[in-house]
């Protein structure tokens, strides 16, 4: 189960302004964990095995961290600032465990905005339950219009 809000949708460079943001939101199931980890190749045991993370130090199996991340990059692609973007650099931190069947929403909040460079800055913050689980920053190149 997923769903979207958008404040602007392709937006040119001069429309967007500090404090804009969007939000994704998804239910993460067991199926999403395995099929990350079959795109991803990472199939450490943590996220795969229900009787080896009953060991771990997070007593169940975990999503992936850049599973959640990724929902940045669908934000940036196509809500805020949209098609045509560009990733140019994301800080992650991972503060708290992504568990199945938590639903992540991930939010950017534009920070800045370079006209000139045409890069806009923005917060990164995933939640669960109103706890933020991953946040950082990222840069997003917005090439000219032809």
Same mark, same amino acid.
């Given at each position: 189960?997923s =769903?979207?809000?958008?404040? %602007?949708?392709? $937006?040119? +460079?001069?429309?967007?302004?500090v404090?804009?943001s969007? =939000?994704?939101?998804?239910? %993460?199931?067991? $199926?999403d +964990?395995k099929s990350y980890?079959?795109?991803?190749?990472?199939n450490?045991p943590v996220?795969?095995?229900?009787?080896y993370a009953?060991?771990?130090?997070?007593?169940r199996r975990i999503?992936?961290?850049l599973?959640s991340a990724?929902?940045?990059?669908?934000?940036f692609?196509t809500?805020l600032?949209?098609?045509?973007c560009?990733?140019?650099?994301?800080?992650?931190?991972?503060?708290?465990p992504v568990y199945m069947?938590d639903?992540?929403t991930?939010?950017?909040?534009?920070?800045?905005?370079?006209?000139k460079?045409?890069?806009i800055?923005f917060?990164?913050?995933?939640?669960?339950k109103?706890?933020?689980?991953i946040?950082?920053?990222?840069e997003?190149?917005?090439?000219k219009k032809?």
């Open positions: 189960m =769903s979207l809000t958008t404040l %602007i949708d392709n $937006a040119d +460079i001069d429309q967007i302004v404090g804009m969007a =939000s994704y939101s998804q239910t %993460i199931t067991d $199926a +964990i980890a079959g795109l991803s190749g990472d450490n996220h795969m095995s229900s009787e009953e060991e771990s130090r997070f007593g999503a992936h961290g599973f990724g929902f940045f990059s669908a934000l692609g809500r600032p949209g098609p045509g560009v990733y140019v650099s994301q800080s992650l931190n991972f503060k708290r069947e639903t992540v991930a939010t950017v909040t534009v920070t800045e905005v370079d006209i460079r045409q890069r800055y917060d990164t913050i995933c939640k669960v109103n706890k933020v689980v946040d950082g920053k990222a997003i190149y917005i090439p032809k």
